[in-house]
């Protein structure tokens, strides 16, 4: 007589329950993965909005204008800078107390005269310089 492996026998009940553990356990993975799926999707959406509406208030802002005459995009700066940053620079500018002096340099295409006086100017030059290298290392 030959003795049989341990758990070889035929045993219905184990593998219903076997079936109905991999069941649940399957269910539940795929509960997570939609939740996860539309959760990164909020996200998304949640942030390009965000950045929209940063978009739009910073296309009121001299900001807007001294970034295109220093050859910066608006739009890329928006997606490539920390939120923390943007509002900084934005609300700077919104604060700053030489509007005439920024607008009239503005008007005469002579960003480096807000150099002086302008608390984003270092910084965007900065990123300006950034920006440069990193356009060049891609043509390389």
């Known amino acids: 007589m030959r003795a049989e492996p341990v758990g070889a026998r035929n045993q219905p ?12 356990i399957g269910f539940a993975l795929t509960i997570f993965s939609l939740s996860l799926a539309w959760g990164i999707v909020h996200n998304l959406r949640e942030g390009r909005q965000f950045r929209q509406q940063l978009a739009e ?18 739009h890329q700066y928006l997606h490539q800078e920390q939120i923390v940053d943007v509002e900084r620079h934005m609300r700077a500018c919104e604060a700053c107390a030489d509007t005439q ?25 900065d990123l300006r310089k950034r920006t440069e290298k990193v356009d ?4 390389v």
């Open 57 to 74: 208030r910073l296309s009121h802002l001299r900001l807007f204008r001294l970034m295109r005459m220093l050859g910066l995009d608006p």
């Open 101 to 125: 002096s920024c607008e009239q340099a503005l008007n005469e295409h002579n960003p480096d005269a807000v150099a002086d006086y302008c608390a984003n100017f270092e910084e965007l030059q």
């Open 136 to 139: 060049h290392e891609s043509v």
């Open 13 to 24: 009940g184990a593998t219903v329950s076997n079936l109905l553990t991999l069941s649940i």
